[in-house]
């Protein structure tokens, strides 16, 4: 079974609602990302789904209003961070140096991470090889100064300490105007480069990429199908209970 992360976003607005999502995504190898105010409860509810924040600080404690603490999160019993999603990119201006210390401050607090990256338009329609080289400069700098021997301890079967998510922006809300579609071949193939650039640095032994470009019911099928991909990273459909209901059945 591959991947299933589930990026609810500012979604559901009741903790009743929250717990019956994750009343249906109870399965295993699924990673809920919930709002922070409902970690707690998500937590206690899940027994087979992996538990993930979708935001944190670098600095354990200390004079940050409204920011949480990786060590915080941690004492909840969530295991994930989600880090660089291209909304807290595009609408909260994170960079590839505030990724990396929220990176290495969530491996310190003993959380594993997700790391978003992804080219916008401008740089797809210069050709693969520019989009290649945005995802690069991603990844070289979001993960500066990590090392899988450092960050990454060994453990038995795959190192799952650290994984990538590729949501290319400009394939973002589903071929919707302005936003073409994205195939499972090109896809595939990011996902390979991405995984070659992450062992090359060394960055991790076994890399897992995640896709990440507007996945529902209707494609998510074809995006799990290539082997070079890991799993998917899905947003607004996995809030939708229909829709869920669908994504399990293809994705099996």
């Known amino acids: 079974m591959k991947i299933l992360a589930f990026n609810w976003k500012l979604n559901p607005l009741t903790e009743r609602e929250a717990l ?3 009343s249906l995504s109870d399965r295993k190898d699924v990673i809920l990302f919930p709002p922070a105010v409902f970690l707690n409860a998500v937590v206690r509810r899940t027994k087979r789904a992996e538990v993930g924040v979708q935001n944190l600080f670098w600095e354990t404690e200390g004079a940050f209003t409204g920011e949480t603490s990786p ?9 994930w961070a989600l880090v660089g999603h291209s909304e807290r990119r595009k609408y909260f201006e994170e960079t590839d140096e505030t990724v990396n210390k929220k990176i290495k401050a969530a491996f310190a ?24 080289a945005f995802v690069r400069k991603q990844l070289v700098r979001g993960l500066s100064g990590i090392r899988n021997s450092k960050f990454l301890p060994a453990q038995a079967g795959k190192i ?9 922006i400009w ?19 990011m996902a390979k480069f991405i995984k070659e650039t992450l062992f090359s640095g060394f960055h991790s032994l076994n890399p897992e990429v995640l896709y990440g ?19 998917v990273l899905i947003g607004g459909a996995s809030v939708k209970k229909e829709e869920l209901k669908k994504i399990f059945k293809r994705a099996n």
Do not use: Q, W
């Not at 060590?71 to 295991?79: E, F, N, P």
């Not at 394939?171 to 073409?180: C, L, M, Q």
């Open 213 to 231: 470009g507007s996945v529902d019911s209707k494609n998510v099928a074809d995006f799990l199908k290539p082997r070079e991909v890991d799993g």
């Open 20 to 22: 019956s999502l994750s």
């Open 160 to 168: 799952r300490n650290l994984a990538v998510a590729y949501e290319p």
């Open 71 to 79: 060590v915080m999160i941690k004492s909840l019993g969530v295991r």
């Open 171 to 189: 394939a973002i809300s589903g071929g919707a105007v302005h936003h073409p579609s994205d195939t499972p071949k090109d896809s595939a193939e």
């Open 109 to 132: 607090a003993g959380l594993n991470v997700i790391l978003c990256v992804g080219e916008p338009m401008s740089a797809r329609k210069k050709g693969i090889h520019a989009a290649r």
